[in-house]
């Protein structure tokens, strides 16, 4: 297994320590959660880079990194609706386009076409992550208003469906 796939897996190991510490609930514990998630999102920005400039990119990583990247983003955001920081409509949202673009991807490797990450699911991740971070934070360092929380949330909803949208908008597959 090489490093970029070990990032990975590491990723993976990571969520059930950061939803664990979201919901102990506590202010070391949010400290915690928040240091361990920004690590984990560096992860992910770092086995990406380090696999395409040292020619690593292997089966198991196109597999790894994406599913990482999903039980991240969907245990995260499980816990910040049981800590009653967001709503479900949100979570169930991303669940949907994620299952939705897994599906597609399944589809198209069958039909022998892989379908890459384009600049929207990259897009998407990045804004999932930063959105995560800043529900850590700001019960934390300061109390945004509500109305600005919420206008993160579902612009990282949105953005999501938009993601989502131009993979099937892009995708070569036949669905019949």
């Avoid at 040292?54 to 196109?62: A, E, Q």
């Amino acid at each position: 297994m090489n490093l970029p796939n070990k990032l990975s897996f590491l990723r993976i190991l990571l969520v059930p320590v950061i939803i664990y510490l979201l919901l102990v609930n506590s202010f070391a514990a949010s400290i915690g959660a928040l240091l361990v998630f920004v690590l984990a999102a560096l992860t992910d920005k770092y086995d990406g880079q380090y696999a395409r400039k040292h020619n690593l990119i292997t089966t198991l990583g196109k597999i790894l990194d994406p599913l990482a990247d999903k039980l991240l983003i969907i245990g995260v955001f499980t816990a910040f609706v049981k800590l009653d920081v967001l709503s479900i409509w949100p979570l169930l949202i991303i669940i949907t386009r994620e299952l939705a673009v897994t599906g597609l991807r399944v589809v198209a490797a069958d039909q022998g076409s892989v379908i890459a990450a384009n600049i929207w699911g990259k897009t998407k991740t990045t804004i999932q992550m930063l959105t995560a971070i800043v529900l850590i934070i700001n019960p934390l360092i300061f109390d945004l208003p509500v109305l600005l929380t919420e206008t993160l949330i579902w612009l990282t909803v949105i953005i999501t469906i938009y993601s989502g949208y131009t993979y099937f908008a892009g995708a070569d597959v036949d669905y019949s």
